[in-house]
Nanobody, 124 residues
Framework: QVQLVESGGGLVQAGGSLRLSCASS????????MGWFRQAPGKEREFVAR????????YYADSVKGRFTISRDNAKNTVYLQMNSLKPEDTAVYYC?????????????????WGQGTQVTVSS
């Protein structure tokens, strides 16, 4: 069982920045591709960004491309989501997730482990 713990959420004004972190104590962390998802009130969960095991391959939702950056530090068992130029529509609970499959996927149902989520609120 891989445990994931998100942190770094909060309240920020539109145009501001936040960096989310997702830490794992599992020594097999580097064997998982990682993803960030979000869920706004009354909406379905949606894919935000994905990162390969070694960090060499990334993929973003169109809605965040150019504003968000996903990265990882396998020595620290941590994945990050740097969020810049935040908009009110970015308001959501953000979740990190780990997937063991080598198939690159944005489908949350394919991910094996999830964190508890961290709230991001962007005021206008």
């Amino acid at each position: 069982q891989v445990q994931l713990v998100e942190s770094g959420g909060g309240l920020v004004q539109a145009g501001g920045s936040l960096r989310l972190s997702c830490a794992s104590s599992d020594r097999t962390f580097s064997s998982y591709a990682m993803g960030w998802f979000r869920q706004a009130p009354g909406k379905e969960r949606e894919f935000v960004a994905r990162l390969s095991r070694n960090g060499g391959n990334t993929y973003y939702a169109d809605s965040v491309k150019g504003r968000f950056t996903i990265s990882r530090d396998n020595a620290k068992n941590t994945v990050y989501l740097q969020m810049n130029s935040l908009k009110p529509e970015d308001t959501a609970v953000y979740y990190c997730a780990a997937v063991s499959s080598i198939v690159r996927t944005t489908d949350g149902s394919k991910y094996d482990y999830w964190g508890q989520g961290t709230q991001v609120t962007v005021s206008s």
